[in-house]
T-cell receptor, first 112, second 113 residues
Framework: QKEVEQDPGPLSVPEGAIVSLNCTYS??????FMWYRQYSRKGPELLMY????GNKEDGRFTAQVDKSSKYISLFIRDSQPSDSATYLC????????????FGQGTRLTINP | NAGVTQTPKFRVLKTGQSMTLLCAQD?????MYWYRQDPGMGLRLIHY???????AKGEVPDGYNVSRLKKQNFLLGLESAAPSQTSVYFC????????????FGPGTRLTVL
């Protein structure tokens, strides 16, 4: 079993829809949870970062972490064609080199 | 300020050939990482460095070597390339301490025939 599981999709939704992306994990030592966005043939860019449990909102994006269920989510409201990308969840523990463990990535397409 | 750069962008090798991928960052970051990305696998850590002159193994280190002779550069070497090393390679760097964002380079697409 992978340490971090993410549905690879692909996921295709119409413009304006609410998108929900999710990851589950097995390592209870993870404390930092991130969502990276990766456009085609580009490097990943940090989209959202959350420490421990709770919610974080940034514009149209909301990240949720439920450590009791080992489950994290990213919600995109009023989705735009420019949101079409691969979304990768990543997580790490405290201290040390903070080696990130990534999910498989979900390819998302927003259709105009 | 170029951020994280990677050289080359593309490369095709024959089985058994060797090559070195160069990662350079101009942000004075202490930590540097090499990942590979394969379809359906996300990014997997190959090797990393917590400072000049240091290196350590990640999740998938076999077949690769690394060196960090200068703080701004992190080299990834393939001594005898194999088709299983066909992948997209990403370098990343970050400041030390607490949580700090990893900044990624644009990637190197490597094909081993």
């Amino acid at each position: 079993q992978k340490e971090v599981e993410q549905d690879p999709g692909p996921l295709s939704v119409p413009e304006g829809a609410i998108v929900s992306l999710n990851c589950t994990y097995s390592n209870s030592a993870f404390q930092y949870f991130m969502w990276y966005r990766q456009y085609s043939r580009k490097g990943p860019e940090l989209l959202m970062y959350t420490y421990s449990s709770g919610n974080k909102e940034d514009g149209r994006f909301t990240a949720q972490v439920d450590k009791s269920s080992k489950y994290i989510s990213l919600f995109i409201r009023d989705s735009q064609p420019s949101d079409s990308a691969t979304y990768l969840c990543a997580m790490t523990g405290r201290g040390g080199a903070q080696k990130l463990v990534f999910g498989q990535g979900t390819r998302l397409t927003i259709n105009p | 300020n170029a951020g994280v750069t990677q050289t080359p962008k593309f490369r095709v090798l024959k089985t058994g050939q060797s090559m070195t991928l160069l990662c350079a960052q101009d942000m004075n970051h202490e930590y540097m990482y090499w990942y590979r990305q394969d379809p359906g696998m996300g990014l997997r850590l190959i090797h990393y460095s917590v400072g000049e002159g240091t290196t350590a193994k990640g999740e998938v280190p076999d077949g690769y070597n690394v060196s960090r002779l200068k703080k701004q550069n992190f080299l990834l070497g393939l001594e005898s390339a194999a088709p299983s090393q066909t992948s997209v390679y990403f370098c990343a760097s970050r400041f030390e301490g607490g949580y700090n964002e990893q900044f990624f380079g644009p990637g190197t697409r490597l094909t081993v025939l």
